[in-house]
């Protein structure tokens, strides 16, 4: 991960965050076979010889600081996932396990907030 901030005076800051990860290692499923009781069941190949696709994703943060006496009020805004990207985070496969896909982690989302501190 790749993490930058820069205060650019009057109470703001601006930063960022790049995260890159390659997959995390799997097992794959390379065919099925149906049990006694009916469903279909896995057979797997070799131990954690693939991988999900890599990860990586662009946060961004602003804030704004208001110093008044005693107290400190903080608003900023983070906007996560900044590229939209689509980003894999764990294998699934249908019921008879003939197709997989994956669970994919939030599109771009903002968040909004403040802090205040005595």
Same mark, same amino acid.
């Given at each position: ?6 205060? /650019?005076?009057?109470?703001? @800051? ?13 097992? !794959? ?6 049990? /006694? *009781?009916?469903?279909? @069941?896995? #057979? ?6 693939? =991988? &999900? !696709?890599?990860?990586? $994703?662009? *946060?961004? =943060?602003? @804030? ?7 107290? +400190?009020?903080?608003?900023? &805004? *983070? #906007? $996560?996932? #900044?590229?939209? =990207? +689509?980003? !894999? ?6 019921? *008879?396990? %003939? $197709?997989? %896909?994956? &669970? &994919? ?10 802090? /205040? @501190?005595?």
């Amino acid at each position: 991960a790749l993490l930058a901030s820069y205060t /650019l005076g009057k109470g703001f @800051e601006v930063g960022g965050r790049f995260r890159y990860s390659t997959g995390m290692p799997r097992t !794959p499923v390379t065919g099925s076979y149906l049990g /006694l *009781d009916g469903y279909s @069941e896995p #057979v797997f190949g070799a131990h954690n010889s693939t =991988r &999900i !696709p890599a990860f990586y $994703q662009l *946060d961004i =943060r602003g @804030e704004k600081a208001f110093v008044m006496r005693r107290m +400190k009020l903080s608003v900023f &805004i *983070d #906007v $996560q996932n #900044v590229t939209n =990207r +689509k980003n !894999p985070e764990e294998v699934i496969y249908s019921q *008879d396990y %003939s $197709q997989k %896909s994956y &669970i &994919i982690g939030l599109p771009t989302l903002a968040v909004a907030g403040a802090r /205040l @501190e005595f």
